[in-house]
């Protein structure tokens, strides 16, 4: 069983920055690859980046690539979302999601979420205009 917790949300004016981070427990963090997805209210969710367990591996949806950066810190066991830039677009909830059979940013990014075994409850993100 793996936990994820999200923190790091919150309102921040457009152009603005956050870190989100999502702290692992319960199995080996550094034996599988995570990723960030958000859902904006009325919307679906949507995949925002993915890590995986190789330095340097990592997946990020057009809409933040350049403004985004994922890493991941096995001795913290945490991963985070350094999100630059942010755009109103930006405001959603962002979740954290894991799963043991997935090693790499590609394999989470091709899942898209469907049927990922771990997720935390969110974080919120709120960008003003």
């Known amino acids: 069983q793996v936990q994820l917790v999200e923190s790091g949300g919150g309102l921040v004016q457009a152009g603005g920055s956050l870190r989100l981070s999502c702290a692992a427990s319960?199995?080996?963090?550094?034996?599988?690859?995570l990723g960030w997805f958000r859902q904006a209210p009325g919307k679906e969710r949507e995949f925002v980046a993915s890590i995986g367990v190789t330095d340097g591996n990592t997946v990020y949806a057009d809409s933040v690539k350049g403004r985004f950066f994922i890493s991941r810190d096995n001795d913290r066991n945490t991963a985070y979302l350094q999100s630059n830039g942010l755009k109103p677009e930006d405001t959603a909830v962002y979740y954290c999601?894991?799963?043991?059979?997935?090693?790499?940013?590609?394999?989470?990014?091709?899942?898209?979420?469907?049927?990922?075994?771990?997720w935390g409850k969110g974080t919120l993100v709120t960008v003003s205009s």
């Open positions: 319960g199995r080996t963090f550094s034996s599988f690859a």
């Open positions: 999601a894991a799963d043991p059979g997935l090693t790499t940013a590609q394999s989470v990014h091709i899942m898209d979420g469907y049927a990922m075994a771990y």
